[in-house]
């Protein structure tokens, strides 16, 4: 990372997608921490964020040292402890705490801590289930997410007026919500039924309504999108390997990666013009699709299951790019380039 005066949103965004392929994914984060530290971030509530990508990091690259630091410098940067933001930074801590050796008990009293938040936040089941699977409490991973679902599906249940236990209510008080905000339960469901597999647990009947509710939500987001742009954005090597492995999608996505971003950026302004507010693309990878398409037991080319993986996707905030940067800012598709000097004039294209 070059050393800017001021860092924005945007290039938090950029680096969030780019750090850990630099050649010093270290230097990166100390640069965000410095940046923070100093003052030198255009909106300062931007701080806590910025700190924990450091943390994560840090963390991702084995120095619990520096993730733990920047961790807590991240915590003391949020308005409280209990900020909606700050969940993932106290994950990350714990994570340090659990790689530093000998304070595992002061991290599972993190971890027990955030326990709450499961049932409140979407992100909150997969970075809580994996802090435990780092630590090898895969077990203690799924106990948490099961009791969690079970409370979800017992609140809904006596809020419907069902008699009996909740288990036996599953179907009419799931609610799976819009394609791209699926909600809580369809997350910890999700994030349970991942934890179970790789446990090698039994398939029950949870695990058979985490499949019924994503078979839901690929149904409705075919749906809803139609003939639309799905706005999955594939980074220059997940395009190169997209067209290797699937080259009928080149009529889908585009011949090559200058079509590809020329495709989305037409489609966002097209968007725009119609009153649509708040968009961005969707960051995709292959092995997500082809993971999404052995789910389905379907093609990775099938419109249905496209459809279906983008809608999971999307509901990722961690996914989202924003758009439009700002034109002096660097432009939303990583290249390294302005975004007036980039994908701004594509649309023009």
Request: hydrophobic letters at 40%.
């Amino acid at each position: 990372m070059s050393t800017k005066d001021v860092l924005t949103k945007a290039d938090l965004a950029e680096l969030r997608r780019s750090a850990l392929g630099t050649a010093n994914p270290l230097g990166v984060a100390a640069e965000i921490a410095e940046a923070a530290e100093q003052g030198r971030l255009e909106d300062p509530d931007d701080a806590g964020d910025a700190l924990t990508l450091a943390a994560e990091i840090a963390e991702i690259r084995a120095r619990p040292d520096a993730a733990l630091r920047y961790a807590e410098q991240a915590l003391a940067a949020y308005p409280s402890g209990d900020d909606p933001r700050a969940g993932f930074a106290r994950a990350l801590r714990a994570r340090a705490l659990f790689r530093a050796g000998g304070r595992d008990d002061e991290a599972m009293a993190e971890l027990t801590a955030l326990r709450p938040l499961l049932l409140v936040q979407p992100d909150a089941p997969a970075y809580v289930s994996a802090a435990l699977d780092a630590s090898g409490r895969s077990s203690t991973a799924e106990t948490w997410l099961s009791e969690a679902v079970d409370t979800l599906l017992g609140e809904r249940a006596a809020a419907a007026g069902a008699s009996g236990p909740a288990s036996t209510a599953i179907d009419p008080v799931v609610e799976l919500g819009p394609p791209d905000a699926p909600g809580v339960l369809f997350f910890l469901l999700q994030q349970r039924h991942r934890v179970r597999r790789d446990l090698n647990l039994p398939h029950d009947r949870q695990d058979d309504l985490s499949d019924r509710l994503e078979t839901q939500l690929v149904r409705r987001a075919g749906e809803r999108r139609g003939a639309e742009s799905d706005l999955l954005f594939w980074p220059r090597a997940e395009f190169d390997r997209l067209l290797s492995e699937h080259p009928s999608l080149a009529e889908v996505y585009g011949s090559d990666w200058d079509a590809h971003r020329g495709l989305l950026e037409k489609e966002l302004v097209r968007l725009t013009g119609a009153g649509q507010a708040g968009l961005g693309v969707f960051t995709a990878t292959v092995a997500g699709l082809n993971a999404f398409a052995g789910r389905r037991d379907g093609d990775p080319a099938d419109v249905a299951v496209r459809a279906g993986y983008a809608a999971e996707v999307s509901a990722r905030p961690s996914a989202r790019i924003p758009w439009p940067p700002e034109r002096n800012d660097a432009c939303w598709c990583g290249s390294g380039l302005k975004y007036k000097k980039d994908c701004l004039p594509r649309s023009r294209g």
